[in-house]
Each structure stands twice: as C-alpha cells, then as structure tokens.
C-alpha cells in the first residue's frame, strides 16, 4: 500500500504530493485526512495523507515513519475545501489546511496540547453500605457521594485520609474522565414567540432547508433577526442537523453565548480569545459529534460539522470575516462552498449589507429578505449636532446639546453608550515651537499617546517609548492634538464628575474575558456609561440603553479608501441601533463636521436605500465594486529602490499580459511598517480567470526571494 502525501511547507515549489510506502504494520490504521511522520530530503516531517493507493510499478519509495493521529484530522469534504480555497487564494495547499485546524493538529511540530483529564469518584454499587462500619467523616464522605460522580479534588477538601481509605477498600471507585477546558454552561430554557413579520421570513427560509440557496437577510437593528436565526437554527436541529452562526467580533460572542445557552444545549464556541487547550477541546467535541451549535468568529466556518443543515453569517458587512494573511480567505465565500457541499441555505444578515451583496440579491443571485421594524415597535430619535458651530463656542470634544441628554439620562437612572472609533489619548504630539513630532522609527508615522501608561505608541507595529515633557530637540513643552477614547472619558469627567463610566476598546480588552466582565458589569448596570471603539457598535443588547451618542462621526470619512463612506453609514447605523432596544423610548446623537455628506445624512434616517443609490453612483464614476472586482499586489522589501524597482516591473509586465484596468505601483496607504516599505498595485478586473495563472506566475518568480515579498489579495476589503 501507498499513500500520497502533503508534507508541512509550505513553499509554493512544493504544493503537491509526495508518495510513500505504507509498512504492512500501519496499513490497516493508516486514514485519508490524518498526519502522518515522513522522511524528506536530510529531515523528518510531519504530513497530511491525501490519498492511498498501491505501487503497482514497484517503484522504491521511502517509508512512513510513523502515524500521529488515531483517526483523521481532515475529512473528506475539508480536503476538498482546502483544494478550493487555494485556488481562490492564490496559496499553498498546506497553508490552507493550517487556517482549519487548531495549533495542536497542525501538520508542524510544535509542543503537543495534551487531554485534560479530572479524577471523578463515585460508591461501588457492589458494596453494602449497611454492612459497614464508617466513622463520622466517611460517613459524610457517602452522604455527599449520593448516587454522584463528583470531583476528586472537591471531596478531599473534606479529608484526603478518609478519601484515601474508602478507595483503598474499593467502597468509592475512581474513574479518570476528560474535563474541556472551555465550559459553557447551560440555562434554563427561555422561550420566544416570532412575530408575524420575523414568521414570514422563517417560513421563507423553511423551504429551502434542503437546498442550496443564499438569502440576504436585510433587517433594521433591533429588528429580531437573531430570534430568527434560533427558530430556525431549533428546526434545522430537530431533522438531526447541525448549524454554523458566525458573528463579527469576539465581543458579541459572549452575548450570544448568553442567549444561544438558554435555547439549545450541545453548543461549542470556536474564537481567537481561547487558549490553545481550549480551542483544542471544543473543534473535537465537534469532530465527534458532540454539537448541535458552532458558534464563532471567521475561523469558525472551517468547524469540522457533519451534516450541515444551515449556516449564518451575522453583520455580513464586517470586514473581520475577511483574513489578512495568508491564505487571504473569507469566510463568506467559504460558507458559500460548504452551503453548496451540504445542499443547505446560507443566510447573510445584516441591518446594512455591503454594497456588493445588496446588488446582488436587487439582480438575484441572492434572495432579498427584508425585516422593516423592530421586535418593540420602536425607533430611536436621530439628531446630528453640527460641530462646526459648537468649536466656535469654544467647547470640548462634546457638545452642549449631548452633555445635557447625557445628564438626562443618567438621572432617570438610565445608561448611555457613547462611540468614539480612536484609541489612546492624543492622536499626535508635537512642539508648538521646532514642529518636531515623535514618530515611529519603524513605520515612520506619528505615534499615539496613551496617558494612563504615559507612553507613545505605534499602531502598527507596537513599537512604544516613554513620553517626555519637553522637545528633545528645543526643549520647548509639547502640545497635544486630536483625541481618542482615553481622553473622552476624562472630558466627559470635567462635565459629570459623579458618572461611572467604562472604556472598551482594544486596550482595555486584552486579559482573558474582558470583554465579558465588563459587557456583563455594564447590563447588571455597574457603570452609566459605555465608552468605545467599534467593538461596540454592533449587536451588543441593552435594554437600559435609552442614548447613543457618535462622538466623531467624520473620523471613517477620512480612510483614504473607496470604501470609507459605506464604513461611515454602516457604523453611525449599527451604534445608533444600540438606543432604546427596550420599552424605553431612545435618542441617538451623531456629532460631525461634515452634516451635509450623504453618508451622515441618510444616516439621519437610516436609509440604506438612498444611502446605497448615491453610493452606486459614486463607485459606478470611478469604477469600483460592484461594477468590477480587485486585486491588490503589495511589493515589500526592507529596501526603499528595491521595493520600487520591483513593483514597476511587476506593474509593466501585468499592463503587458494582462487585459484589464491596471493601477499603479504606488505608494501604499500605510508607505512604511515595521522597517519595510510598501507600494502597491490594483488590478481592476471582471473575471478572475482571465487573471489568475498570471498572478500565480508572480507568485512563483518571488517566493525564493529574500529581498522582496510578493502578497497578492484577490478582492480585498480594504486598499
């Protein structure tokens, strides 16, 4: 017997199979999909078997070492995904079966994460407890026991002695069990009717169970879309099917763990935030069938589910579900793939879908489903606060207007939740006298100051330094300008000393559940206040939320990307959606500097519609999505003529082989990161086969070299 084998580089040189003989000892436990250990060249590698076979030619081949896993890590529909996604890509096979698996079934040798594994004891059914003679503390040992099986540990803390002896005597048997590291725990059971609009779409969607069919889900916020999800999700699970729901950010997983708990029971969550351990217990509870429920962030979609009856992709317009290293997948496409594979519907929600989805579902490639009212009947106010006018004033970073509703708020012993998408406290340092400005010696970009810690840092590569008083060059005091969510909440103390208030944005988020904690601190109302970064602004729940307040509105407008003012109305649209979830009546108020752009103001009334009309005439000008696709080649050298010279010789040979919009090489948006330097070119196309082996060409003639990096992104979300 044989076997075809993908060993662990991943150099696009060798992104094909290699064959090996089978010893006659591993041909009955030898599976397609399970990692195997191989000689190749001088070392000793670790692979993925493809394929078995025999050696009909008796060809010598060099023989397996030896078999890793017990059973097969990949299954066959995975093996298959993997061919697909290196072909969307543009990657090597192995790097597409690495983005699948948890690190510890990589096909790499890295340290091995071992089962957790509890000491569980229970009473020996055999024995006659009546017959026995126990003194006081073995006594209250059988009493705890019952008919139970509890912890070992747990009942040591009674006494380790009488323990021992009990076991000894084989009155209390030991059995050694696995304990998963990431325990949800399950709720009582909470119920919930749709209402007529929410049943329509249920019913819709009811007959497409069996089929293969997108649905873009196009629900104001608020709206109930997620008790949608669950009907449905509860319908898939009673034919004996499983179900994928993927959310946008690590911060709503909590919150609809939270919820998915009191409904179903066999859940498993699958996020960046879990440990290596965790993340290994829960993709095996999954592997062996032990889930109805996968939920997760974009890794997710690869969970190794059989028998797939639905998958959703909730705020669909995220570009989070779009990875940003190699392999450069999106998880929307990927769900596309297994939809089809599982002849199942893939639901696309969202209250403001990306431009390219709603075009598709107005042409029918997707089917258009519209939820028009929130599950309470209400709708928050929307008021926009010129600040134009409030800076003549001389205020803060808030508006008269804005405080007062705050106050307000807060003393009808209501809470406020204020966005602000910038982090740290100053955007920018600079001395008032030389115009010298502290910037990142490896990005050369003006770095953030953070005041709590008293340090500049840069965004972009982490690179940080203690922040002086003075001018290193003319001693002159340095100034501060712009501001982020570290300064507003110290504005917003000088006008309510009194209010308490909780600041979530990436810095303080990085221990082990924060998120949670203070998600959790601010519904069991903690706080007043619930200052921060985008990671707020969508589909966070909180009944006692009756203000939201958009405190820089413009801050997206100025991405120097097509996308930056869909980015705009998407977010002034998704934080506005946080006010007056409850019986409560809500306001919103956006504060800009720019009231009459199209995209604060069809925010006004969040109307995606109009929004979408103006939009599509902007892109359809200067040919972008949906009118074409992109291709974004990045060239990178630590070398400034060597980046150059290369991304115009790269852009020469596509304007000559390839028959589409060529842009460029340019600068990036960001010249410099972490001492490399950037251009970059875009290729406008209609169809990626036209362009495909060309890039591949590209590919291949730099992988091997050291003093430039080739990365090509087949419709990135960003430029």
Not at 50 to 73: P, Y
Not at 666 to 678: C, D, G, H, Q, T
Request: glycine share 4%.
């Amino acid at each position: 017997m044989t076997c075809n084998c993908l060993v662990e580089l991943k150099h696009v040189f060798f992104d094909k199979t290699f064959t090996y003989r089978v010893p006659s000892n591993m041909e009955k436990f030898i599976k397609v999909g399970m990692r195997v250990l191989v000689p190749f060249g001088g070392r000793t590698l670790e692979a993925f078997v493809i394929s078995l076979g025999t050696n009909k030619e008796n060809i010598e081949l060099k023989e397996v070492i030896k078999l890793i896993d017990q059973n097969s890590v990949l299954n066959k529909e995975l093996l298959d995904l993997g061919t697909f996604m290196k072909n969307i890509t543009l990657s090597s096979l192995m790097s597409c079966y690495s983005a699948m698996l948890p690190k510890a079934l990589k096909a790499k040798n890295t340290p091995k994460i071992k089962i957790k594994k509890e000491k569980y004891v229970y009473i020996n059914e055999k024995i006659n407890l009546d017959d026995l003679t126990l003194n006081k503390t073995q006594t209250e040992i059988i009493k705890k026991l019952g008919k139970n099986k509890l912890l070992k540990k747990d009942l040591e803390l009674i006494s380790k002695s009488s323990l021992s002896t009990l076991i000894k005597k084989e009155i209390i048997l030991i059995e050694e069990k696995e304990v998963y590291r990431h325990n949800i725990k399950l709720k009582e059971k909470q119920d919930f009717i749709l209402n007529n609009e929410q049943k329509l779409i249920f019913d819709k969607v009811s007959n497409f169970l069996n089929i293969n069919k997108t649905f873009l889900l196009f629900g104001v916020t608020g709206s109930g879309k997620t008790n949608v999800y669950m009907k449905l999700i509860e319908k898939v699970i009673n034919q004996g099917k499983t179900a994928i729901f993927l959310v946008p950010e690590i911060s709503l997983t909590p919150q609809i763990i939270d919820k998915f708990t009191s409904y179903f029971e066999k859940i498993a969550c699958l996020h960046s935030r879990l440990s290596e351990g965790e993340k290994y217990d829960e993709w095996r509870k999954i592997n062996e069938g032990k889930v109805d429920v996968v939920i997760g962030a974009r890794s997710a979609i690869f969970a190794p589910l059989k028998n797939i009856g639905i998958i959703i992709i909730d705020e669909e317009h995220t570009s989070s579900y779009k990875q940003e290293n190699n392999p450069r997948y999106n998880a929307a496409e990927i769900a596309k793939w297994r939809s089809q594979y599982h002849k199942c519907p893939l639901i696309l929600g969202s209250a403001t879908p990306k431009i390219e989805s709603y075009t598709r579902a107005l042409k029918g490639d997707y089917e258009l489903l519209t939820l028009k009212n929130r599950y309470n009947n209400t709708k928050p106010s929307i008021n926009i606060i010129d600040m134009n006018k409030e800076f003549r004033k001389n205020n803060d970073y808030f508006s008269n207007k804005l405080i007062e509703e705050i106050k307000n708020v807060l003393n009808k012993n209501e809470q406020a939740i204020l966005f602000l998408n910038k982090r740290g406290y100053s955007s920018i340092v600079v001395c008032p006298n030389c115009g010298h400005t502290e910037k990142c010696p490896n990005c050369d970009i003006a770095m953030t100051y953070h005041k709590s810690s008293n340090m500049l840092r840069c965004h972009y590569c982490g690179y940080a330094l203690k922040k002086e008083k003075n001018c290193q060059k003319c001693n002159e005091e340095y100034k501060e300008f712009g501001f982020g969510t570290e300064k507003a909440v110290e504005s917003l103390k000088k006008f309510i000393p009194d209010a308490r208030i909780v600041r979530m944005d990436v810095d303080t988020t990085t221990g082990k559940n924060s998120h949670e904690k203070i998600i959790k601190d601010f519904r069991e109302k903690k706080y007043d206040i619930l200052l921060g970064t985008q990671m707020i602004a969508k589909g966070l729940d909180f009944e006692n939320v009756t203000l939201v307040g958009a405190l820089n509105a413009d801050i997206s407008l100025n991405i120097p990307d097509f996308r930056s003012s869909e980015v705009t109305f998407e977010l002034l649209n998704q934080v506005s959606g946080r006010s007056g979830r409850g019986k409560k009546e809500g306001k919103v108020f956006i504060q800009t500097f720019n009231p009459d752009h199209y995209a604060i103001r069809h925010s006004l009334n969040s109307d995606y519609v109009g929004f979408y009309k103006e939009e599509m005439e902007f892109r359809k000008k200067l040919y972008y999505p949906p009118f074409c696709n992109l291709c974004l080649i990045r060239v990178i050298s630590k070398d400034y003529e060597t980046a150059s010279n290369f991304s115009r010789k790269i852009g020469d040979y596509l304007k000559q082989k390839v028959n589409e919009t060529v842009i460029g090489p340019s600068l990036a948006n960001v010249f410099k990161i972490n001492n490399e330097y950037r251009f970059q070119i875009i290729i406008k196309y209609k169809n990626a086969n036209n362009i495909r082996e060309i890039l591949m060409q590209i590919v291949k003639r730099f992988y091997n070299d050291k003093n430039v990096r080739v990365e090509i992104d087949l419709d990135p979300i960003r430029l």
